[in-house]
């Protein structure tokens, strides 16, 4: 990556202050958030060919695309508040990728008394053909103190595609009712 890069040659250099800088954190890849339902486009959330339906359960997928090194991450059937906010980012720290769902109140629409499914998804650029450590955070701002791991292990990015069931659980039959998969 360009930004390690700079990083290597201040080390050269000798900046020990800046390189620890570098090392720390590389700049956030925003992802995309659907709106209540999902994805209308189940290639948006990775779905695959004669897919268990939609809402038997909350899936991680990941997919690699050798020709770019673009490394595609979703999280389906998301169960959240239907009223809030909602974001994704990617930080590098080091040699992990760490994955953070936001979900937080809106200002002007406080939270309601419903459950809605949602997809997020992310493109992470210059993934390197090889094992990845993945570490997938959720922080729901007004339910927990701080962000919550969900799911941490690696991503064999060599094997082209994968997923991990995150939740097992069917989503009640009203979260996905709104659903246009």
């Known amino acids: 990556m360009k930004y390690v890069g700079a990083c290597r040659a201040l080390a050269t250099v000798g900046s ?3 390189l620890g800088a570098c090392l720390e ?3 956030a890849q925003v ?3 659907s709106e209540a339902g999902g994805f209308v486009d189940p290639e948006r959330r990775l779905a695959v060919e004669g897919e ?3 809402c038997g359960a909350e899936v991680l997928r990941w997919r690699y695309d050798p020709s ?4 595609k991450v979703a999280d389906s059937r998301l169960l959240l508040n239907c009223c809030g906010q909602r974001a994704m980012h990617v930080d590098r720290i080091d040699s ?3 994955i953070t769902e936001r979900d937080e109140p809106d200002a002007a629409n406080p939270r309601c008394d419903s459950v809605c ?3 997020f998804a992310v493109s992470i650029p210059e993934v390197a053909p090889r094992k990845v450590y993945v570490r997938l955070l959720r922080d729901v701002v007004d339910a927990q103190g701080s962000a919550e791991l969900i799911w941490q292990g690696e991503i064999d990015a060599r094997k082209l595609s994968g997923e991990v069931v995150l ?3 069917a989503a009640p039959g009203e979260s996905c009712s709104g659903s246009s998969l």
């Open 117 to 119: 499914a949602f997809d």
């Open 167 to 169: 939740d097992h659980a």
């Open 16 to 18: 020990l202050v800046l």
């Open 68 to 71: 770019t090194g673009s490394l």
């Open 52 to 54: 268990e339906s939609y």
């Open 25 to 27: 954190t590389e700049p």
């Open 31 to 33: 992802g995309t958030v």
């Open 96 to 98: 992990i990728y760490e």
